[in-house]
């Protein structure tokens, strides 16, 4: 095990670590599939550290938990024996945090369903929809793997273990969004998060089907009750911040950082992977960031978490290093479409 984690008096007093909402620990970099549009844009075949989860864990017992607790990869289930580690000390020691697990779904079996359910834990499959749309994509996904990945999602979901799902739209693919999200919802999915897939060729015409075909399927209510839904609708406390945790034990903070080359994961680590030690200086970086990221909107009427994030993201690469117009454009669009049809929905 490594040292525990410290922080100074000064810290303490203002420490931006005392409200934390979600976390993501990223148990692996590996993974069984090669999606053209991953988010994990620099893996290196790592396993997250055991000792930076003990660290992690420290630091919930002294400040409060997060609310979610999410293992991610990479395919986690590529590395079943930390992941069931992570679960079970979940359970143990933050009995209020609920677990997590996003996936692709293809490497379930049905010992891991029968153990995921006693454990208590959501599943978030990653399913773009019918198998053309979807294997198109999840390079490495074949028609075989993508009959067990619904066969599997069918069986969590007779189970009782409570499950969504990422529906990713590639530019390619934004016609197809209706269609995508009925056979998603037929495999008795309960919630699909419909989210452009970054880093890809959006132009301002892909830009706007999108939005046009994402109206048509709002309209149809069986659809849009379980279609995106941003849960921080009525938003975070300012000062509350996200957490990740990447192999080999690199904390940062936030979830979109997982695409920083590895220089900038060295240059942005919230504490020294090899000692834990925290670092003032990144700390105050990100506590400004996130203050400013809660502030209200001038024009909005929202703050903009994830958008600024992506913002953030560029800021530390010193360049556009992502496509934020359109992603940010979506984003936005998305957010006030659900806050206009809930305000419709509940008469206000």
């Known amino acids: 095990m490594g040292k525990s984690t410290t922080l100074s008096t000064r810290e303490k007093k203002s420490n931006p670590l005392q409200k934390i909402h979600y976390t993501w620990i990223y148990v692996t970099e590996r993974c069984n599939l090669e999606c053209d549009y991953c988010f994990f844009r620099h893996m290196?075949?790592?396993?997250?550290?055991?000792?930076?989860?003990?660290?992690?864990?420290?630091?919930?017992?002294?400040?409060?938990?997060?609310?979610?607790?999410?293992?991610?990869?990479?395919?986690?289930?590529?590395?079943?024996?930390?992941?069931?580690?992570?679960?079970?000390?979940?359970?143990?020691r933050f009995p209020t945090t609920a677990p997590h697990i996003q996936t692709n779904g293809v490497l379930i079996n049905d010992e891991d369903i029968l153990k995921l359910k006693d454990l208590g834990v959501s599943l978030e499959f990653g399913i773009d929809g019918k198998p053309k749309e979807t294997i198109q994509h999840r390079c490495g996904l074949k028609p075989a793997s993508y009959n067990r990945l619904t066969e599997t999602i069918v069986k969590c979901m007779k189970a009782g273990i409570f499950g969504g799902s990422t529906m990713t739209v590639h530019p390619e693919e934004v016609d197809h969004m209706e269609e995508s999200v009925e056979h998603i919802v037929s495999l008795g999915i309960p919630h699909v998060d419909v989210t452009p897939a970054a880093f890809m060729p959006w132009t301002p015409e892909t830009v706007a089907s999108f939005k046009k075909n994402y109206l048509v399927m709002s309209r149809r209510p069986e659809l849009r009750k379980i279609a995106y839904a941003n849960e921080d609708?009525?938003?975070?406390?300012?000062?509350?911040?996200?957490?990740?945790?990447?192999?080999?034990?690199?904390?940062?903070?936030?979830?979109?950082?997982?695409?920083?080359?590895?220089?900038?994961?060295?240059?942005?680590?919230?504490?020294?992977?090899?000692?834990?030690?925290?670092?003032?200086?990144?700390?105050?970086?990100?506590?400004?960031?996130?203050?400013?990221?809660?502030?209200?909107?001038?024009?909005?009427?929202?703050?903009?978490?994830?958008?600024?994030?992506?913002?953030?993201?560029?800021?530390?690469?010193?360049?556009?290093?992502?496509?934020?117009?359109?992603?940010?454009?979506?984003?936005?669009?998305?957010?006030?479409?659900?806050?206009?049809?809930?305000?419709?929905?509940?008469?206000?």
């Open 44 to 92: 290196h075949g790592r396993e997250i550290s055991m000792d930076a989860v003990e660290q992690l864990f420290q630091l919930f017992e002294r400040v409060n938990p997060p609310r979610t607790l999410i293992c991610s990869g990479g395919e986690v289930f590529l590395a079943k024996d930390n992941l069931y580690k992570i679960l079970n000390e979940v359970r143990r």
């Open 233 to 348: 609708l009525d938003w975070i406390e300012p000062g509350t911040m996200d957490l990740s945790l990447h192999p080999p034990g690199y904390l940062f903070g936030g979830d979109p950082f997982l695409c920083l080359p590895e220089n900038k994961r060295v240059e942005f680590t919230m504490w020294d992977p090899a000692t834990f030690e925290m670092r003032p200086d990144i700390l105050a970086f990100y506590d400004q960031a996130y203050t400013e990221m809660h502030q209200e909107h001038a024009r909005l009427p929202y703050r903009e978490h994830v958008c600024h994030s992506f913002e953030l993201m560029n800021k530390m690469m010193g360049e556009k290093y992502m496509n934020t117009w359109a992603i940010n454009d979506i984003l936005r669009f998305l957010t006030r479409t659900h806050l206009t049809l809930g305000s419709k929905k509940h008469g206000q």
